[in-house]
């Protein structure tokens, strides 16, 4: 009965709005004005309809009744009221019964709260489409999206209250949501080495703070200069799985990725429990006998972290080799001169050696001490390169490139540095963007769901927790 009430309501639906829209358009010559304009009309048609059938379904499911009970208190039938909500095929208004408790205070709707609508205006498919979008552009941006390829146009204001909302319930349950998440995953198969890597990406927040670079010179109005705001750093995390070395190809192939981020904080406790949490999770699903390492950029923090915290001391541990590389052409350019062709023979031969030879790092410590004493170097350039063998001593132990690429590991942090880029640079730091940590993170949150391809998983676990907490 139900069924046959919504076929009729759709059907009659479609046929009024598309005599309505296409009559006309319909009997014209054939152009591609014509063609736009019965497109139009079908598609108001699909969308009305939609809205007629989806009505026609819910108030069959309305029961007129003298009083529920709810949680225990009793709610007396009130009167019938009307309720707009935002669908998937647009704005549809919903006739329901009101019932309030004795007091008059509170009220219940149970249509409402049987299709868990109680407090929502976006329906759930319009609010992970919305929620979904904005993990890559802004509510703006989604709204405009939304108006050229879909049938429901919500505001930009709708919009932003939506992932608010969402970003709220994801703040008090993500640890829950997460752990729920990896349970659920399995390592690849073939996984035969489990590489973990962090770095930093700094984002523009909109709090005050220190101005970089020279003092403002232009003229200022009489309100002075603008308020300064502060660049933070962001942290990443990534943890790859990587198989064997496919035939043709230097390193081996990644199998899989899994992200952890969040914004800027003192020390980054919260990132580092998130990271770890994820590291317990990949570990305990990865196959025996898995090569666990930790490959990252130079940046002192980071290692600093990593050497002091026991949890690391089974990993092996290397400097991304394109970092090295960049430091061994700055030594370089301090030795004989930036573009010269002697800098360039000197970076080319020991970039190959520390590929090849298992002290390839000494190697180029050796030729700096060498060179340094026979070319005679300014002041200047002494103490650049001074920077330089530093870093090469400091780090000489995690730059055995020669074993690990004989072994079939990676040496580089490719994954953590995309990562960076399509996490949080991307999406957060567009022209003109500020934000405060608290709206960053909702961003990231989501985000980080989508690039660690388990947004599907977390979509079905977060609309599970309403029933679970009766939150919502």
């Known amino acids: 009965m139900v069924l046959e009430r919504m076929i009729e309501a759709g059907m009659n639906e479609f046929k009024e709005n598309l005599m309505r829209f296409c009559q006309?358009?319909?009997?014209?010559?054939l152009s591609p004005e014509s063609a736009h304009a019965v497109t139009q009309g079908i598609q108001r048609a699909v969308a009305a309809a939609g809205r007629g059938a989806f009505r026609a379904y819910l108030e069959a499911k309305e029961e007129r009744r003298d009083a529920v009970v709810v949680n225990g208190e009793r709610y007396g039938y009130k009167y019938d009221s009307a309720k707009t909500f935002g669908t998937l095929w647009g704005e549809m208004a919903v006739t329901r019964g009101v019932y309030q408790n004795a007091s008059d205070m509170k009220s219940h709707v149970p249509l409402d709260a049987a299709w868990g609508?109680?407090?929502?205006?976006?329906t759930l498919e319009v609010r992970e489409a919305v929620a979904f979008?904005?993990?890559?552009v802004t509510p703006e941006e989604t709204h405009a999206l939304l108006e050229k390829s879909a049938l429901f146009h919500p505001h930009p204001t709708q919009?932003?209250?939506c992932v608010e909302a969402m970003g709220r319930q994801?703040?008090?349950?993500?640890?829950?949501l997460n752990a729920r998440i990896r349970e659920q995953e399995r390592a690849p198969e073939a996984t035969r080495v489990l590489a973990a890597s962090l770095d930093g990406a700094n984002v523009l927040l909109n709090e005050p703070g220190a101005k970089r670079g020279r003092p403002a010179e232009r003229p200022q109005g009489p309100d002075g200069p603008a308020p300064q705001t502060a660049y933070r750093n962001a942290m990443v995390g990534s943890i790859s799985f990587y198989g064997v070395v496919q035939e043709g190809h230097k390193g081996p192939q990644r199998l899989g990725c899994r992200y952890t981020s969040h914004m800027p904080e003192d020390h980054a406790v919260t990132f580092k429990r998130k990271f770890e949490a994820e590291l317990d999770a990949a570990e305990r699903h990865a196959p025996p006998g898995v090569v666990k390492m930790l490959v990252c950029d130079g940046a002192r923090s980071i290692w600093n972290y990593i050497e002091q915290n026991e949890r690391f001391g089974n990993y092996e541990k290397i400097i991304d080799y394109w970092h090295t590389l960049e430091h061994l052409s700055l030594a370089a350019e301090a030795l004989f001169g930036k573009g010269s062709k002697e800098a360039t023979a000197w970076y080319t031969k020991y970039r190959k050696k520390l590929l090849e030879q298992d002290l390839g790092?000494?190697?180029v410590l050796h030729s700096m001490d060498y060179y340094e004493t026979a070319r005679g170097l300014s002041k200047t350039r002494r103490d650049d390169l001074a920077t330089q063998r530093t870093f090469f001593e400091r780090n000489q132990l995690k730059m055995t490139y020669a074993d690990f690429r004989r072994r079939g590991l990676p040496i580089g942090s490719g994954p953590v540095e995309a990562a960076c880029k399509t996490?949080?640079?991307t999406r957060l730091c567009r022209s003109g963007m500020r934000w405060s940590r608290e709206g960053g993170q909702r961003i990231l949150d989501l985000r980080t769901y989508v690039k660690s391809n388990r947004w599907d998983a977390f979509w079905k676990l977060y609309n599970e927790l309403p029933a679970a907490s009766g939150e919502r």
């Open 24 to 29: 006309k358009d319909a009997q014209d010559e």
């Open 423 to 425: 996490l949080v640079k």
């Open 170 to 176: 994801v703040k008090k349950h993500e640890e829950s």
């Open 117 to 122: 609508m109680a407090q929502e205006y976006l």
């Open 159 to 161: 919009i932003k209250r």
């Open 133 to 136: 979008s904005c993990t890559h």
């Open 361 to 363: 790092a000494r190697g």
